[in-house]
């Protein structure tokens, strides 16, 4: 029975409205007049086909964005009595974010590391001119007609913010960077901030400082920066908030790769030990022969702020956790503050400000989380296990009307639950489905592909010349490393010092880790080229042996053949003679 509803996995709010993606649907519910319109409804196959994963609104609340599963980037017009939509385009790689600009320009990040500007309305194709093959847009993005190219990452660009002034663009990405260029001559890069030990997925600019940064990802902390010098101001630690409200976690990789045992075990039973002293032996533990991404489960998906009574809360949530999270921004950054924390029934999917009603917000939860999916087993590739259902009871069903609430948060960053009539005009519009579609939907994509996996990562086990940032987020330099004059070895750090490198520490780094430290200005041609020639010749050789097998081979056949070629001559001698005898004969005849 398609009689369930889809989840809303995106909130986002106007000044005047709130929008929500439920499955390949969307749902706006102005909240002046209190009227609700949706786009048009799609069948239950289109609607995973479809499944919208990123969704942005225009300010004045005029223009929704949405990007889903099948990588079409769609614009919608807000009517009063629909959302009409305006164009559709083909997105050449799967989205990671997308936001509007000032100009209603749509600025959309992918997974592969770059990011793009496309127009409001499609740029009209030229006849004279014929369109790029897709693969070669594929290999360089700055060959696709329908947008401009700002900048790339070398990895998986998390999320991307433009500054308040729209003067700079801001990305994150999944080797701990964050990178401040010029929008839109984003090929200028300002400067970088350094200080994540794991992935960025979150950042966010508060309305009250616009000279400050808030950062998040898989680190134990959120970072609080003053962007505008690129100094790190402050740390919040949230992992004692987060831990213990964990309900999602990724699936179990198979441990294949030998001589990387004993780091994998070690991991995990650091893993274990740290789970026990939260209480929860199994939760983020793998079993011998498994592994399990770094980072403790813990990923901040969003991050925002409310304004009340003068004050700037902060608000926040990790995907697959079923809690919210608060704290008080002071007007000095760098003062200390606390955590608030309420604990939710289920899993958080997303939160957004309600617009004209001061201190609200509403949430989505995913209600099927331990009634239709569970954590996946060892041995078990897909990201969730499905709870075999065929029916659901009274009170089961009763259960997913819970998917929206609604919290009101005070001056001092505290939570609680208020009732409201305008939750169930939501809820009975999201679109229906059934028990099987909604065990299946990957809810959680982040928690799997942000983390790193011990002893599988291409640069894991490498010891690496570490850079520790001290409480002011200043860098300190190792008593063990190797102290060298500047040189052209060295680079230098956010805090003003020097950090040198010797030649043999950068002949042990791979090419990824080489690529890292030639974009902070160390110079690492001369091993490139070395690395190069080195597999020039390497390929060179290698093609050597591989010619020379194959002469070899060929002579060997040959040889093989030889006996066989000489008793076919002997066999066309002996006709030949049979053939003028025979001739000789008639003739004599």
Same mark, same amino acid.
């Given at each position: 029975?398609?009689?369930?509803?889809?989840?809303?996995?995106?909130?986002?709010?106007?000044?005047?409205?709130?929008?929500?993606?439920?499955?390949?649907?969307?749902?706006?519910?102005?909240?002046?007049?209190?009227?609700?319109?949706?786009?048009?409804?799609?069948?239950?196959?289109?609607?995973?086909?479809?499944?919208?994963?990123?969704?942005?609104?225009?300010?004045?609340?005029?223009?929704?964005? +949405?990007?889903?599963?099948?990588?079409?980037? *769609?614009?919608? !017009?807000?009517?009063?009595?629909?959302?009409?939509?305006?164009?559709?385009?083909?997105?050449?790689?799967?989205?990671?974010?997308?936001?509007?600009?000032?100009?209603?320009?749509?600025?959309?990040?992918?997974?592969?590391?770059?990011?793009?500007?496309?127009?409001?309305?499609?740029?009209?194709?030229?006849?004279?001119?014929? &369109?790029?093959?897709?693969?070669?847009?594929?290999?360089?993005?700055?060959?696709?007609?329908?947008?401009?190219?700002?900048?790339?990452?070398? +990895?998986?660009?998390?999320?991307?913010?433009?500054?308040?002034?729209?003067?700079?663009?801001?990305?994150?990405?999944?080797?701990?960077?964050?990178?401040?260029? &010029?929008?839109?001559?984003?090929?200028?890069?300002?400067?970088?901030?350094?200080?994540?030990?794991?992935?960025?997925?979150?950042?966010?600019?508060?309305?009250?400082?616009?000279?400050?940064?808030?950062?998040?990802?898989?680190?134990?902390?959120?970072?609080?920066?003053?962007?505008?010098?690129?100094?790190?101001?402050?740390?919040?630690?949230?992992?004692?908030?987060?831990?213990?409200?964990?309900?999602?976690?990724?699936?179990?990789?198979?441990?294949?790769?030998?001589?990387?045992?004993?780091?994998?075990?070690?991991?995990?039973?650091?893993?274990?030990? &740290?789970?026990?002293?939260?209480? $929860?032996?199994?939760?983020?533990?793998?079993?011998?022969?498994?592994?399990?991404?770094?980072?403790?489960?813990?990923?901040?998906?969003?991050?925002?702020?409310?304004?009340?009574?003068?004050?700037?809360?902060?608000?926040?949530?990790?995907?697959?956790?079923?809690?919210?999270?608060?704290?008080?921004?002071?007007?000095?950054?760098?003062?200390?503050?606390?955590?608030?924390?309420?604990?939710?029934?289920?899993?958080?999917?997303?939160?957004?400000?309600?617009?004209?009603?001061?201190?609200?917000?509403?949430?989505?939860?995913?209600?099927?989380?331990?009634?239709?999916?569970?954590?996946?087993?060892?041995?078990?590739?897909?990201?969730?296990?499905?709870?075999?259902?065929?029916?659901?009871?009274?009170?089961?069903?009763?259960?997913?009307?819970?998917?929206?609430?609604?919290? $009101?948060?005070?001056?001092?960053?505290?939570?609680?639950?208020?009732?409201?009539?305008?939750?169930?005009?939501?809820? +009975?519009?999201?679109?229906?489905? !059934?028990?099987?579609?909604?065990?299946?939907?990957?809810?959680?994509?982040?928690?799997?592909?942000?983390?790193?996996?011990?002893?599988?990562?291409?640069?894991?086990?490498?010891?690496?010349?570490?850079?520790?940032?001290?409480?002011?987020?200043?860098? !300190?330099?190792?008593?063990?490393?190797?102290?060298?004059?500047?040189?052209?070895?060295?680079?230098?750090?956010?805090?003003?010092?020097?950090?040198?490198?010797?030649?043999?520490?950068?002949?042990?780094?791979?090419? *990824?880790?080489?690529?890292?430290?030639?974009?902070?200005?160390?110079?690492?041609?001369?091993?490139?080229?070395?690395?190069?020639?080195?597999?020039?010749?390497?390929?060179?050789?290698?093609?050597?042996?591989?010619?020379?097998?194959?002469?070899?081979?060929?002579? $060997?056949?040959?040889?093989?053949?030889?006996?066989? *070629?000489?008793?076919?001559?002997?066999?066309?001698?002996?006709?030949?003679?049979?053939?003028?005898?025979?001739?000789?004969?008639?003739?004599?005849?």
């Amino acid at each position: 029975m398609s009689d369930l509803p889809f989840p809303p996995l995106i909130l986002a709010s106007s000044s005047s409205s709130v929008v929500s993606a439920s499955g390949a649907q969307i749902i706006l519910y102005n909240s002046q007049t209190s009227k609700i319109i949706n786009s048009p409804q799609v069948e239950n196959k289109l609607q995973q086909n479809g499944f919208i994963r990123h969704l942005a609104i225009t300010n004045d609340g005029k223009i929704v964005a +949405s990007v889903g599963d099948d990588k079409n980037l *769609k614009v919608w !017009d807000v009517n009063d009595d629909e959302l009409k939509l305006r164009s559709t385009r083909g997105l050449i790689k799967k989205a990671s974010h997308i936001s509007f600009a000032n100009d209603n320009s749509i600025i959309v990040s992918d997974k592969v590391g770059d990011v793009y500007s496309y127009p409001l309305d499609p740029i009209p194709s030229d006849p004279s001119t014929s &369109r790029p093959p897709m693969y070669s847009m594929v290999s360089d993005p700055t060959k696709n007609p329908d947008c401009t190219y700002l900048l790339g990452h070398v +990895s998986v660009t998390t999320q991307h913010i433009i500054t308040p002034d729209n003067k700079y663009i801001i990305t994150a990405d999944r080797d701990e960077h964050i990178r401040i260029s &010029r929008y839109p001559k984003a090929y200028v890069i300002e400067r970088q901030l350094f200080g994540h030990d794991g992935f960025v997925s979150a950042l966010h600019i508060p309305s009250s400082q616009s000279n400050i940064l808030i950062s998040g990802g898989g680190d134990p902390s959120i970072r609080i920066w003053d962007w505008t010098i690129g100094q790190l101001v402050n740390k919040v630690d949230i992992y004692s908030a987060i831990l213990p409200h964990r309900k999602v976690r990724s699936y179990m990789r198979k441990n294949k790769w030998k001589g990387r045992t004993m780091k994998t075990e070690e991991t995990n039973t650091a893993i274990q030990s &740290r789970d026990q002293e939260e209480g $929860e032996e199994t939760f983020y533990s793998a079993p011998e022969g498994y592994v399990l991404p770094t980072g403790q489960g813990v990923c901040i998906k969003k991050i925002d702020s409310l304004q009340i009574s003068g004050k700037t809360i902060i608000l926040f949530f990790s995907e697959g956790a079923s809690s919210i999270h608060s704290f008080i921004l002071p007007s000095d950054p760098s003062s200390p503050t606390t955590v608030n924390t309420l604990p939710l029934p289920y899993p958080l999917l997303d939160f957004t400000a309600l617009p004209n009603d001061n201190g609200k917000i509403l949430l989505s939860l995913d209600t099927a989380w331990g009634v239709l999916k569970t954590n996946p087993g060892p041995g078990t590739d897909a990201r969730q296990d499905v709870i075999q259902r065929d029916e659901l009871s009274i009170e089961e069903k009763e259960s997913f009307k819970d998917t929206l609430s609604i919290l $009101e948060v005070n001056e001092e960053g505290k939570f609680s639950f208020t009732p409201s009539n305008d939750i169930s005009s939501i809820y +009975s519009n999201l679109p229906k489905t !059934d028990i099987k579609t909604l065990s299946n939907l990957n809810l959680y994509p982040l928690i799997n592909l942000l983390p790193r996996w011990p002893g599988l990562e291409e640069d894991e086990g490498i010891d690496i010349p570490q850079i520790n940032s001290n409480e002011n987020g200043n860098i !300190d330099i190792s008593d063990d490393l190797i102290s060298l004059a500047p040189t052209n070895l060295t680079t230098k750090t956010l805090g003003g010092t020097i950090k040198n490198y010797t030649i043999e520490e950068l002949n042990s780094l791979n090419l *990824k880790v080489l690529g890292r430290l030639k974009s902070n200005g160390v110079d690492v041609n001369e091993i490139l080229k070395q690395r190069q020639k080195k597999s020039k010749e390497e390929r060179k050789l290698k093609l050597l042996e591989i010619n020379k097998k194959l002469k070899e081979e060929k002579e $060997e056949i040959e040889t093989q053949k030889e006996p066989e *070629k000489k008793k076919q001559k002997q066999k066309q001698k002996q006709t030949k003679k049979v053939v003028i005898l025979n001739e000789e004969d008639m003739s004599n005849s």
